[in-house]
């Protein structure tokens, strides 16, 4: 029963975090919100603090079940290089859209980012979440996976904005759209166009390599 309450009250606290923002939210709201007096909720967490660190350990552990799930390298410093180098475009493809779905269906998640995205201009560390979950993080994780279609590090990072930009867009457009499977299609079809442009310059590139080797050898 207990495991149940603390579920409930990390679930609840989230969705007020969501719609106030973490700031803006008090342990009596949360009390409040579930029916139960304060010092109820405090024999499961002992602060709102408590609250949030138990909900980033929940999308720590959601990450890696994701990334895990979909064979894709680990986000750890050390010893993916390797790995990123290896990843097939298609399998990039079938992540992003999973990871959209994540962030933008599932409830947890969803309203984890909502409350970054709330929270980001107001409190430092939780900036820094927002930049590691949703911006800068993707970014250089993105950047580190094309580094095998790239010439240098700066034109993997060029090919990562172009690949995740319109993605971190079309999370807000979905918040507010009434064909919210219309912007599933969108980021589909961006998807579809970025590696048929990566894929056609891949092809271009071998074609001038092999006429520029026969005539080396001519």
């Known amino acids: 029963m207990a495991e149940g309450t603390k579920e409930r009250i990390l679930r609840t606290a989230l969705e007020l975090f969501a719609q106030n923002g973490y700031l803006g939210t008090s ?81 947890f998640s969803s309203n984890f980012r909502k409350m970054l995205t709330l929270e980001q201009y107001r409190d430092s560390k939780l900036a820094q979440l927002h930049h590691d979950y949703l911006a800068g993080g993707p970014l250089e994780y993105m950047a580190a996976i094309f580094r095998k279609l790239a010439d240098s590090d700066d034109e993997a990072m060029q090919l990562a904005l172009e690949f995740y930009g319109p993605m971190y867009l079309l999370y807000s457009v979905y918040d507010g759209a009434e064909e919210k499977e219309s912007v599933s299609s969108l980021l589909a079809t961006h998807i579809d166009r970025f590696i048929a442009k990566v894929e056609a310059g891949y092809r271009s590139e071998a074609a001038g390599t092999a006429v520029l080797s026969r005539r080396n050898n001519g």
Do not use: C
Not at 32 to 42: N, P
Not at 74 to 91: R, V
């Open 27 to 107: 342990m009596n709201d949360i009390a409040g919100q579930l029916g139960i007096t304060k010092a109820a909720l405090y024999k499961h967490y002992a602060s709102k603090q408590e609250i949030l660190d138990k909900i980033v350990e929940r999308m720590n552990k959601m990450d890696y079940e994701r990334a895990e799930a979909y064979e894709m390298p680990e986000t750890e410093p050390d010893g993916f290089a390797e790995a990123y180098l290896h990843t097939p475009i298609q399998k990039i493809r079938t992540y992003s859209l999973a990871q959209f779905d994540h962030w933008t269906k599932e409830p």
